[in-house]
Protein backbone atom coordinates (compact mmCIF):
# COMPACT_ATOMS: atom_id res chain seq x y z
CA UNK A 1 0.00 0.00 0.00
CA UNK A 2 2.66 2.07 0.96
CA UNK A 3 4.73 1.20 -2.30
CA UNK A 4 1.80 2.77 -4.28
CA UNK A 5 1.44 5.72 -2.61
CA UNK A 6 4.89 6.25 -3.03
CA UNK A 7 4.71 6.04 -6.89
CA UNK A 8 1.40 7.75 -7.24
CA UNK A 9 3.29 10.98 -5.22
CA UNK A 10 6.51 10.50 -7.67
CA UNK A 11 4.32 10.09 -10.72
CA UNK A 12 2.42 13.86 -9.16
CA UNK A 13 5.80 15.53 -8.51
CA UNK A 14 7.06 14.90 -12.09
CA UNK A 15 3.92 16.01 -13.67
CA UNK A 16 3.73 19.23 -11.53
CA UNK A 17 7.79 19.93 -12.93
CA UNK A 18 6.76 19.27 -16.07
CA UNK A 19 3.64 21.66 -15.81
CA UNK A 20 6.16 24.29 -14.43
CA UNK A 21 8.64 24.22 -16.84
CA UNK A 22 6.38 24.80 -19.57
CA UNK A 23 5.14 27.76 -17.68
CA UNK A 24 8.72 29.35 -16.80
CA UNK A 25 9.11 28.89 -20.83
CA UNK A 26 5.96 30.56 -21.51
CA UNK A 27 6.82 33.30 -19.08
CA UNK A 28 10.23 33.66 -20.79
CA UNK A 29 8.86 33.83 -24.21
CA UNK A 30 6.36 36.58 -23.22
CA UNK A 31 8.85 38.79 -21.16
CA UNK A 32 6.84 37.75 -17.71
CA UNK A 33 9.20 36.53 -15.52
CA UNK A 34 11.99 38.50 -14.25
CA UNK A 35 14.69 37.35 -12.60
CA UNK A 36 16.63 39.76 -9.99
CA UNK A 37 19.94 39.01 -12.60
CA UNK A 38 17.79 39.42 -16.23
CA UNK A 39 15.04 41.97 -15.02
CA UNK A 40 14.42 44.90 -17.74
CA UNK A 41 11.32 45.97 -20.33
CA UNK A 42 10.69 43.69 -23.52
CA UNK A 43 10.59 45.41 -26.57
CA UNK A 44 7.10 45.35 -26.73
CA UNK A 45 7.00 47.45 -23.74
CA UNK A 46 10.40 49.76 -25.24
CA UNK A 47 8.43 50.43 -27.87
CA UNK A 48 4.76 51.15 -26.24
CA UNK A 49 6.45 53.51 -23.86
CA UNK A 50 8.60 55.59 -26.71
CA UNK A 51 4.79 56.05 -28.75
CA UNK A 52 3.20 57.22 -25.70
CA UNK A 53 5.93 59.63 -25.43
CA UNK A 54 6.21 61.10 -28.57
CA UNK A 55 2.72 61.41 -28.46
CA UNK A 56 2.57 62.90 -25.14
CA UNK A 57 5.49 65.74 -26.89
CA UNK A 58 4.18 66.37 -29.97
CA UNK A 59 1.04 67.71 -29.17
CA UNK A 60 1.92 70.56 -27.04
CA UNK A 61 4.98 71.36 -29.98
CA UNK A 62 1.75 71.47 -32.29
CA UNK A 63 -0.04 73.89 -30.32
CA UNK A 64 3.25 75.89 -29.75
CA UNK A 65 3.82 76.13 -33.47
CA UNK A 66 0.82 77.41 -35.02
CA UNK A 67 0.30 79.87 -31.87
CA UNK A 68 3.82 80.99 -33.06
CA UNK A 69 2.84 81.32 -36.58
CA UNK A 70 -1.21 83.01 -35.53
CA UNK A 71 1.34 86.02 -33.67
CA UNK A 72 3.37 86.56 -36.23
CA UNK A 73 0.45 86.41 -38.88
CA UNK A 74 -0.71 88.84 -36.30
CA UNK A 75 2.06 90.89 -35.91
CA UNK A 76 2.61 91.58 -39.63
CA UNK A 77 -1.20 91.97 -40.44
CA UNK A 78 -1.02 95.10 -37.78
CA UNK A 79 2.46 96.47 -39.10
CA UNK A 80 0.57 96.81 -42.63
CA UNK A 81 -2.60 98.21 -41.60
CA UNK A 82 -0.32 100.89 -40.06
CA UNK A 83 1.63 101.44 -43.31
CA UNK A 84 -1.64 101.22 -45.30
CA UNK A 85 -3.40 104.10 -43.27
CA UNK A 86 -0.29 105.87 -42.60
CA UNK A 87 0.18 106.07 -46.70
CA UNK A 88 -3.97 107.34 -47.36
CA UNK A 89 -3.34 110.07 -44.41
CA UNK A 90 -0.36 111.14 -46.27
CA UNK A 91 -2.31 110.91 -49.71
CA UNK A 92 -4.97 112.78 -48.15
CA UNK A 93 -2.62 115.21 -46.79
CA UNK A 94 -1.02 116.36 -50.64
CA UNK A 95 -4.96 116.40 -51.44
CA UNK A 96 -5.64 119.04 -48.86
CA UNK A 97 -2.59 121.40 -49.67
CA UNK A 98 -3.51 121.35 -53.71
CA UNK A 99 -7.28 123.13 -52.17
CA UNK A 100 -5.43 125.53 -50.55
CA UNK A 101 -4.19 126.40 -53.58
CA UNK A 102 -6.35 125.19 -56.34
CA UNK A 103 -6.19 128.48 -57.50
CA UNK A 104 -3.09 127.71 -59.04
CA UNK A 105 -2.66 123.85 -58.93
CA UNK A 106 -5.13 121.32 -59.50
CA UNK A 107 -7.00 119.71 -56.87
CA UNK A 108 -4.88 115.90 -57.47
CA UNK A 109 -1.88 117.74 -58.10
CA UNK A 110 0.95 114.97 -58.21
CA UNK A 111 -1.68 111.97 -57.42
CA UNK A 112 -3.38 112.39 -60.73
CA UNK A 113 -0.39 110.04 -62.56
CA UNK A 114 -1.00 107.39 -60.09
CA UNK A 115 -3.23 104.68 -61.68
CA UNK A 116 -3.68 101.16 -61.54
CA UNK A 117 -1.55 99.76 -64.33
CA UNK A 118 1.32 102.33 -62.95
CA UNK A 119 0.83 102.72 -59.16
CA UNK A 120 3.19 104.88 -56.97
CA UNK A 121 5.22 104.53 -53.94
CA UNK A 122 4.34 106.97 -50.62
CA UNK A 123 7.38 108.17 -48.42
CA UNK A 124 5.86 109.50 -45.56
CA UNK A 125 9.02 109.34 -43.90
CA UNK A 126 11.12 111.82 -45.96
CA UNK A 127 8.36 113.41 -48.31
CA UNK A 128 6.62 117.01 -47.58
CA UNK A 129 2.79 117.00 -48.54
CA UNK A 130 2.84 120.34 -48.81
CA UNK A 131 5.88 120.70 -51.08
CA UNK A 132 5.96 120.28 -55.08
CA UNK A 133 5.95 117.21 -56.59
CA UNK A 134 10.18 117.09 -56.87
CA UNK A 135 9.83 116.35 -53.05
CA UNK A 136 6.22 115.63 -52.46
CA UNK A 137 6.94 111.83 -51.69
CA UNK A 138 4.51 110.61 -54.37
CA UNK A 139 6.42 108.69 -57.55
CA UNK A 140 6.16 105.56 -59.72
CA UNK A 141 7.14 102.49 -58.04
CA UNK A 142 11.00 102.67 -58.74
CA UNK A 143 11.00 99.14 -59.15
CA UNK A 144 8.24 98.76 -61.86
CA UNK A 145 5.05 97.11 -60.97
CA UNK A 146 4.31 93.47 -61.80
CA UNK A 147 0.15 93.29 -61.94
CA UNK A 148 0.97 89.31 -61.43
CA UNK A 149 2.77 89.65 -58.05
CA UNK A 150 1.98 93.16 -56.97
CA UNK A 151 5.15 92.81 -55.15
CA UNK A 152 7.24 95.25 -56.67
CA UNK A 153 7.18 98.07 -54.82
CA UNK A 154 9.12 97.49 -51.37
CA UNK A 155 9.31 99.80 -48.32
CA UNK A 156 13.26 99.76 -46.65
CA UNK A 157 13.73 100.18 -42.80
CA UNK A 158 15.26 103.60 -42.30
CA UNK A 159 18.95 103.59 -42.08
CA UNK A 160 18.70 106.31 -39.38
CA UNK A 161 16.50 105.00 -36.70
CA UNK A 162 15.89 101.67 -38.14
CA UNK A 163 11.92 102.42 -36.93
CA UNK A 164 10.20 103.95 -39.88
CA UNK A 165 9.46 102.25 -43.61
CA UNK A 166 10.33 104.32 -46.59
CA UNK A 167 10.51 103.09 -50.39
CA UNK A 168 14.22 104.58 -50.79
CA UNK A 169 16.51 101.91 -52.27
CA UNK A 170 19.37 103.50 -50.49
CA UNK A 171 18.44 102.07 -47.11
CA UNK A 172 19.91 98.64 -47.25
CA UNK A 173 17.12 96.94 -44.80
CA UNK A 174 14.72 95.71 -47.04
CA UNK A 175 11.23 94.32 -45.38
CA UNK A 176 9.19 91.78 -46.31
CA UNK A 177 6.63 94.86 -47.17
CA UNK A 178 5.60 96.13 -50.35
CA UNK A 179 3.11 99.35 -50.34
CA UNK A 180 1.34 100.97 -53.97
CA UNK A 181 -0.86 103.63 -53.96
CA UNK A 182 -3.32 105.11 -57.12
CA UNK A 183 -6.16 106.94 -57.69
CA UNK A 184 -9.57 105.66 -59.29
CA UNK A 185 -11.11 108.80 -60.85
CA UNK A 186 -14.74 108.64 -60.92
CA UNK A 187 -16.25 108.89 -64.63
CA UNK A 188 -19.81 110.66 -64.00
CA UNK A 189 -18.10 113.16 -61.52
CA UNK A 190 -14.56 114.85 -61.92
CA UNK A 191 -14.76 116.36 -58.77
CA UNK A 192 -14.51 113.12 -57.28
CA UNK A 193 -11.98 110.20 -56.99
CA UNK A 194 -10.92 107.12 -54.67
CA UNK A 195 -7.50 106.86 -53.03
CA UNK A 196 -6.04 103.21 -52.99
CA UNK A 197 -3.51 102.07 -51.18
CA UNK A 198 -2.48 98.16 -50.68
CA UNK A 199 0.36 96.90 -48.70
CA UNK A 200 1.23 92.83 -49.93
CA UNK A 201 3.61 90.55 -48.11
CA UNK A 202 4.52 87.16 -48.10
CA UNK A 203 4.38 84.75 -44.33
CA UNK A 204 6.43 81.90 -45.66
CA UNK A 205 4.88 80.82 -49.21
CA UNK A 206 1.41 82.62 -48.12
CA UNK A 207 0.62 86.00 -49.61
CA UNK A 208 -1.17 87.99 -47.74
CA UNK A 209 -2.44 91.91 -48.65
CA UNK A 210 -4.22 94.81 -47.09
CA UNK A 211 -6.46 97.33 -48.62
CA UNK A 212 -7.37 100.89 -47.47
CA UNK A 213 -9.94 103.07 -50.24
CA UNK A 214 -11.31 106.59 -49.33
CA UNK A 215 -13.24 108.63 -51.62
CA UNK A 216 -12.27 112.40 -51.96
CA UNK A 217 -13.78 115.02 -53.05
CA UNK A 218 -12.55 118.50 -55.02
CA UNK A 219 -14.72 120.49 -51.84
CA UNK A 220 -12.70 122.56 -49.62
CA UNK A 221 -13.99 123.04 -45.95
Not at 128 to 135: H, Q
Not at 174 to 200: E, G, H
Request: hydrophobic share 35%.
Amino acid sequence: MFRHISMFRLAYLKDLQIKMKKINFKNRIFGLCCSSSNSGFTIVETLVAITILMIAIAGPLTIAQKGLLASSYARDQMIASFLAQDGLEYAKNVRDNNLRNRDVIDWLYGLSSCTSHDPCSINTLDGDPTSDANVLGVDICPSGYDTSSNYECPLYKSSTDNIGYTPDSSNIDKTQFNRVFYIIPDQLNSNKASMVVKVFWYNGTVANEVTYQDEIYNIRL
